[in-house]
């Protein structure tokens, strides 16, 4: 069974760092891209960015270019959406998820349960 | 690439045929798909490559469309339906969303 298990919530203060993780189980993580997917409060979902594990290919939205890094460490099959410092702005819940059939492009069948962020002074 | 889903929200009445349409700012052939979010709940992907219903989705749900418009169809809407309906495209990076149709129950 396909299984995308994230990290827990995270309550954080402005400035601050944080990674969360999404480990996975189930296929083949370094034949599979994994994606990042955020949903602000009551709003709709934005794609962030993705990365192949196998050798690390990142791609990322140009609205998230510069603002958030995601890496793969493939001996613990775990990718991590992490930044270098917080702003409010950054509150949301964030979910991994991945590709059909292992291309970059295709439909997202397999979703983490997500990772709520919440960022305040 | 943007994605106008339309309407944003609806009401309709069990057993009602509901559709919501999904427009690309360019051709996209047929690279779109569709996903249901339940309050509180992780998205599910009910549709994809516009067409293909994924494995374990009821057969009241369809897709249809090419190129820039598409449409998702519940042929006899049911109470569980109740959701956020977004549509995706995966033809060219960045992956885009639409703004998602909220669907409630009359």
């Known amino acids: 069974e396909v299984q995308l298990v994230q990290s827990g919530a995270e309550t954080k203060k402005p400035g601050e760092s944080l990674k969360i993780s999404c480990r996975a189980s189930g296929f083949s993580f370094t034949e599979y891209w994994i994606a990042w997917v955020r949903q602000m409060p009551g709003k709709g979902l934005e794609w962030m960015g993705i990365?192949?594990?196998?050798?690390?290919?990142?791609r990322y939205s140009p609205s998230f270019q510069g603002q958030v890094t995601v890496s793969a460490d493939k001996s613990i099959n775990t990718a991590y959406l992490q930044w270098s410092s917080l702003k409010a702005s950054d509150t949301a819940m964030y979910y991994c998820?991945?590709?059909?059939?292992?291309?970059?492009?295709?439909?997202?069948?397999?979703w983490g349960q997500g990772t709520l962020v919440t960022v305040s002074s | 690439i943007r994605l106008t889903q339309s309407p944003s929200s609806l009401s309709a009445s069990v057993g009602d045929r509901v559709t919501i349409t999904c427009q690309a700012s360019?051709?996209?052939?047929?690279?779109l798909n569709w996903y249901q979010q339940k309050p509180g709940q992780v998205p599910k992907l009910l549709i994809y490559t516009a067409s293909n219903l994924e494995a374990g989705v009821p057969s009241r749900f369809s897709g249809s469309g090419y190129g820039t418009d598409f449409t998702l169809t519940i042929s006899s809407l049911q109470p569980e339906d109740i959701a956020t309906y977004y549509c995706q495209q995966h033809d060219i990076l960045p992956i885009t969303f639409g703004q998602g149709t909220r669907l409630d129950i009359k």
């Open positions: 990365i192949y594990p196998g050798d690390s290919d990142t």
């Open positions: 998820a991945r590709p059909k059939g292992g291309y970059q492009l295709a439909a997202l069948d397999s």
């Open positions: 360019q051709d996209i052939t047929d690279y």
